[in-house]
């Protein structure tokens, strides 16, 4: 059942009715939407059914067996014990062909052969998001004993949750539990989750779908037969393409999980309006990169044990990030250069710092006028930021680090031969960078407007701007991008 399509809105439809219905019946209610999430994650083609259950009900186990020992020693065994297993869980779906090829690389030099797997493993969609959950709520229990919940029912809500269970956003048990039996509704939540499920579709559909189909995928495949501002170009759209595909498929979950009355996290904040680095992680997939922060660059020592620790945890911290996305030479690539990026913005910040207690900073009265001068800085700073970060995208979606350098070098080569681009990718891309500051304004001005319409035209009005918006996407809609993650 892909999310969008006329099955899952008519799985929606229901889901929200019996949701509001059973809301205030406690027990029906859990197993309501216990049976909504399996039904859900049944559908998905490479779903395996069990296994956010199993892992749901082994972070309760062992959560519980933390908060129940003796001493802090066997706390730390069962914690370890609850890690190992998740990430067993994850390395065997994920990394199990990655991690054979490898050995069998090494053991053939010598002579030796492994034989054929002995199973054909589907990948189960969701597995990064639901198995990071799980853990963050064992970690939390190992913490602070007054996070452990004493219904095992609400921990598996917790980890299956159908509208983040595929891609997110990454909840962390304290923030969801809460809400079960804490219904938030009003009219007004009512129009903000149809602006955010609309906006997201526009997202996906208007921008993503077509920008991919009409540049990216082609310049990502054959780089030498474009000219060398087409590859530019390219490599732009396909920033403003993971943007809006993330992004959109973040605004139709908490959208929909608005609209059966949870509010979930924050997953994006205008990520490329900012001027640094530090900065862009603080606006990107911000539930995994503050999860990364709180469950592994801090209990690596954070910035408390020295500069040069906290570069090196910062590097440790982004590898693990890429290579969270997939056991590809690209992921790592890719995260180690963000690493490198993140730990010169935190030193040069560092410095800037220390120059500034020694009062090695003075002001001149040369140069530009002074109120030209920030705004000057700041569009450079936010220049280079965005460039940057369009040139590590081209490491993260390129097939290998061959074909990136191919990409690279098009560009680099000046080269105004070969095939150009359509007018309207200009015009698509314009709109997705543009889509991320005046969106919220756009949601808002939505939610006013609808909250003065009769029901009937507001329902009317949501419907003509789903049919628009699905007629200004492609015929075939590609699955979101983070589905594979």
């Known amino acids: 059942m892909f999310l969008i399509s006329f099955e899952f809105a008519l799985f929606l439809f229901g889901a929200v009715w019996l949701n509001w219905a059973l809301r205030g019946k406690r027990s029906a209610y859990r197993v309501f939407l216990l049976a909504a999430n399996v039904l859900f994650y049944a559908t998905q083609k490479t779903g395996i059914l069990l296994l956010p259950l199993g892992v749901g009900m082994s972070n309760y186990v062992f959560a519980l067996l933390v908060s129940r020992a003796k001493s802090d020693a066997l706390r730390k065994v069962w914690l370890c014990a609850d890690i190992v297993l998740n990430l067993g869980f994850l390395a065997f779906f994920k990394y199990f062909e990655f991690l054979y090829h490898c050995l069998d690389s090494v053991l053939v030099p010598i002579g030796l052969n492994l034989p054929p797997p002995f199973i054909e493993l589907y990948f189960p969609i969701g597995i990064s998001f639901f ?5 963050s709520y064992c970690i939390d ?23 983040t269970i595929l891609a997110g956003p990454i909840m962390r048990a304290g923030q969801f539990i809460s ?10 939540s009512f129009q903000d989750a149809f602006a955010l499920i609309l906006i997201g579709l526009f997202k996906k559909l208007a921008i993503s779908s077509y920008i991919s189909e009409h540049i990216v995928r082609d310049v990502f495949q054959v780089p030498g037969a474009y000219s060398s501002i087409t590859v530019l170009l390219g490599v732009y759209a396909y920033s403003i393409q993971i943007y809006c595909d993330f992004s959109g498929y973040s605004d139709i979950a908490t959208g929909i999980a608005q609209l059966m009355g949870f ?11 900012v001027t640094n680095m530090q900065d862009f992680w603080h606006h990107w997939h911000i539930s995994l990169s503050t999860w990364l922060r709180d469950y ?38 890719w995260g180690t250069l963000h690493g490198i990026a993140l730990s010169l913005t935190h030193a040069y910040n560092d410095l800037r710092k220390f120059r500034l207690a020694r009062g090695g900073e003075t002001k001149t009265a040369t140069g530009p006028p002074s109120f030209i001068r920030p705004f000057a800085l700041k569009a450079g700073a936010w220049f280079f930021t965005f460039n ?6 081209i ?19 000046f080269n105004a031969k070969g095939m150009g681009f359509e007018s309207g990718v200009l015009a698509a891309v314009g709109a997705g960078l543009m889509i991320q500051f005046a969106g919220p304004y756009a949601m808002e001005l939505f939610s006013k407007t609808q909250q003065r319409l009769p029901v009937a035209i507001q329902a009317a009005l949501i419907a003509l701007l789903c049919i628009v918006i699905i007629r200004l996407g492609p015929s075939g809609v590609p699955p979101f991008i983070y589905f594979q993650f």
């Open 296 to 333: 592994l660059f801090i209990p690596l020592g954070g910035s408390r044990k020295g500069k040069l620790r906290k570069y090196l945890n910062l590097m440790v911290t982004m590898v693990i990030g890429g290579l969270w996305h997939g056991p590809h030479s690209r992921f790592l690539l």
């Open 388 to 393: 940057l970060v369009s040139f590590l995208w």
């Open 141 to 163: 229990v190992y913490r602070d004993s007054k996070c452990l919940q004493k219904n095992p029912v609400d921990v598996l809500l917790f980890v299956s949750f159908f509208p």
């Open 131 to 135: 198995t990071f959950q799980g853990i």
């Open 263 to 273: 509010r979930v996290p924050l997953n994006f904040r205008m990520p490329y309006g």
């Open 179 to 188: 809400q079960i039996d804490k219904p938030d509704y009003d009219s007004r």
């Open 395 to 413: 490491f993260f979606q390129a097939e290998d680090s061959a074909r990136a350098m191919e990409i690279v070098q098009a560009i680099f080569a």
